[in-house]
């Protein structure tokens, strides 16, 4: 009988034990960030203040079920250490804290035990508004207005594949409650997005993982007070600052491109009646772009000599007439060119899965081998026979492609590239030798380079899908992922026909692709966006509408070179110093203004010149929001304050609302 009650006292106890240890670990705490297990675990980051800043479920593969059950790996205040081993899911969780001054940081890191987890976690988006990652079609301000489905983050065409990511991308985001996440660049990170959250997972479905790893997502998640000090903070950790500023002339006067007006119908005759044209309109310019084709094959970086029967006479004219000029170049070189049959002797291209063999990829002209950007002896090759192109008179190049969705499915390349990006990122390196007159429209962690980066291809078409109204909502996801200089796409958009796409040319927007002339009062708002862009490019020019539109163009491109680029060029000098941004949202100067951080029509030059073009149709009036300050209307000449919105400003079609903040 004793022994009865002794069995029942210690199995009580044991009980008791449990009951009260699995009371005890329903919360875990390490500086503010606030873990808790009940039907999901749930984190929670405060402020200084003990305000609420962020929230959202971690470990989401978990059922309900295992929330509890897991082990502490360690007793230190200032590290979270947790292990679940339960059936499937064998995953383990440290959280490690970082103090810097008024900075505070989580290293949050799990690591898959098993095959069969896959961590992942969500942040809110329903209360606080995100800012970052990727470029895409449908690109707004902020970033939970358009939702993308979860999928590998990688670079990609979204031209090609518009629910895809867009070439320019970065493993950042930046919430409105002044939290910034960086996710490392060895997690095989899949990203998706839509109003309520912000999720990343850990899948090497979509990677390279010859070594049979288990998924890690490890990612930094910090708070420096508001929106602003956050991103400078995550600014000078995570980007380096450019080394220089991109050429002058190419800040001041407009480029001009052969690509939207002519597509691929260009010859010697076309290019020099085109420079013929802007000279007689009297027009300045940075630069002539020669775009796709000159060549017989892509790949054959030489002029083709049918249509350029003297390539070199035509470029002694044209320096001649005032242009500096510059050729369209990609990675590619299809199947039927002298470059691929070289390349693939020498071995100079990516190759398939096994290594032994080229791999071949699909783009918009066709099928083609990539350069291995990794390979030394490639790039040497590459470079020196653009280089045999500015011995004949070529003055710089206009870098395309270079995203990771080019690559070939299983690609090997020279070095190991466990995230795809890498091979954006050594793309940008290769080609950022040619010197500060180039322009690239890839980019990855490429920031310290000097050098234009263009906004993707625009459509001619006035909304979010891909079109005007998406210019500045880009232009500032460039801004805060560390590129300050840059280009917008040619002015009207492209002039794709996209109305009579055939099954046979789908594939290729410059074969049988020519739309009609961009709306007049689309053209004529887009040049006055583009006025206040740290560049200008023009492709449809303005005398194949009328002489008023011409005027317009004239009135626009003044305004850009004696207004607006003496600002951009000591902007740029200063983002050389401090990596802060040319373009800044409106949250720049009033970041804990809530209507500032929607705000996705007006932007910011410096802190001290805002603009608020009109991106509707028909409309002759804006509706502007000013931020906190004394602001004087510079159309008009007006005196307003904010913060407050301000209604129906008149905006006559030939003009653009900008106002100057005079109160400091």
């Not at 070199?312 to 001649?320: A, G, I, S, V, Y």
Request: net charge negative; charged share 20%.
């Amino acid at each position: 009988m004793a022994w009865r009650i002794v069995f029942a006292v210690a199995y009580t106890a044991v009980l008791a034990y449990h009951l009260w240890n699995s009371l005890r670990i329903q919360e875990k705490y390490i500086g503010h960030l606030h873990l808790t297990f009940a039907s999901t675990m749930n984190v929670t980051l405060l402020n200084k203040h003990n305000e609420q800043i962020a929230m959202g479920y971690m470990g989401t593969a978990f059922e309900t079920s295992q929330i509890n059950k897991f082990y502490d790996c360690t007793t230190e205040s200032s590290h979270i250490c947790l292990t679940w081993s339960q059936g499937k899911v064998e995953i383990k969780l440290d959280v490690i804290q970082e103090v810097d001054a008024e900075v505070e940081c989580y290293n949050i890191i799990w690591q898959a035990l098993g095959p069969h987890t896959l961590p992942m976690d969500c942040y809110d988006a329903k209360y606080s508004h995100w800012y970052g990652g990727p470029e895409i079609f449908n690109q707004q301000w902020p970033i939970e207005n358009h939702p993308m489905k979860m999928q590998p983050y990688v670079s990609g065409d979204y031209i090609s594949h518009p629910h895809a990511f867009g070439s320019v991308i970065e493993r950042y985001w930046l919430s409105s409650g002044g939290v910034g996440i960086r996710v490392d660049e060895s997690v095989p990170l899949h990203y998706g997005i839509n109003r309520t959250h912000i999720c990343f997972k850990a899948d090497y479905n979509g990677y390279q993982n010859r070594e049979n790893l288990l998924p890690k997502l490890n990612y930094m998640i910090c708070h420096a007070g508001n929106i602003k000090a956050t991103h400078q903070y995550m600014q000078e950790r995570y980007f380096a600052k450019p080394v220089q500023i991109p050429d002058e002339r190419m800040f001041r006067s407009p480029i001009w491109s052969t690509w939207a007006r002519y597509k691929i119908r260009i010859n010697q005759s076309v290019i020099i009646q085109y420079a013929s044209e802007i000279v007689e309109h009297r027009f300045p310019n940075s630069q002539l772009e020669i775009d796709d084709t000159y060549t017989i094959n892509y790949g054959d970086f030489i002029f083709d000599s049918i249509r350029f029967p003297d390539p070199q006479k035509m470029l002694k004219q044209l320096h001649e007439m005032g242009f500096r000029v510059t050729l369209w170049i990609h990675p590619f070189a299809n199947t039927d060119s002298s470059a691929f049959a070289e390349g693939i002797k020498l071995g100079y291209f990516v190759r398939d899965q096994g290594g032994n063999n080229t791999g071949l990829v699909k783009w918009w002209q066709g099928i083609a081998g990539v350069l291995d950007v990794t390979n030394s002896e490639a790039v040497h090759w590459w470079q020196n026979r653009l280089k045999s192109m500015q011995q004949l008179g070529i003055d710089s190049f206009k870098f395309d492609a270079g995203e990771a969705v080019y690559l070939p499915a299983g690609f090997t390349t020279a070095s190991s590239l466990p995230n795809p990006c890498f091979f954006t990122q050594a793309y940008v390196d290769v080609i950022s030798k040619f010197g500060r007159q180039i322009e690239v429209r890839a980019a990855y962690q490429s920031q310290e380079h000097g050098i234009f980066v263009r906004i993707m291809d625009k459509d001619s078409s006035w909304g979010y899908k891909n079109g005007l109204q998406t210019i500045i909502p880009t232009a500032l996801q460039f801004s805060i992922a560390g590129y300050p200089f840059i280009l917008p796409d040619m002015i009207g958009g492209n002039a794709y026909d996209y109305e009579n796409l055939t099954h046979l040319n789908a594939g290729n927007l410059a074969v049988g692709y020519d739309g009609p002339l961009p709306d007049p009062e689309l053209y004529i708002r887009w040049l006055e966006l583009s006025a206040f862009f740290p560049s200008m490019q023009l492709s449809i020019v303005p005398w194949q509408y009328n002489d008023t539109i011409v005027q317009i163009a004239k009135d626009m491109v003044k305004l850009h070179e004696d207004y607006v680029t003496p600002r951009i060029l000591s902007l740029a000098k200063r983002a050389v110093r401090t990596g802060e941004p040319i373009m800044r949202p409106l949250w720049w100067i009033a970041p804990e203004d809530k209507t500032a951080l929607k705000i996705d029509s007006q932007f910011l030059i410096g802190d001290y010149l805002l603009v608020a073009p009109v991106l509707a149709k028909g409309k002759r009036s804006k509706d502007v929001y000013l931020p906190r300050g004394k602001w004087k209307d510079m159309l008009h000449g007006s005196i307003y304050y904010g913060p407050n919105w301000h209604m129906e400003i008149a905006v006559p079609l030939n003009k653009i609302a900008y106002f100057e903040r005079i109160d400091s």
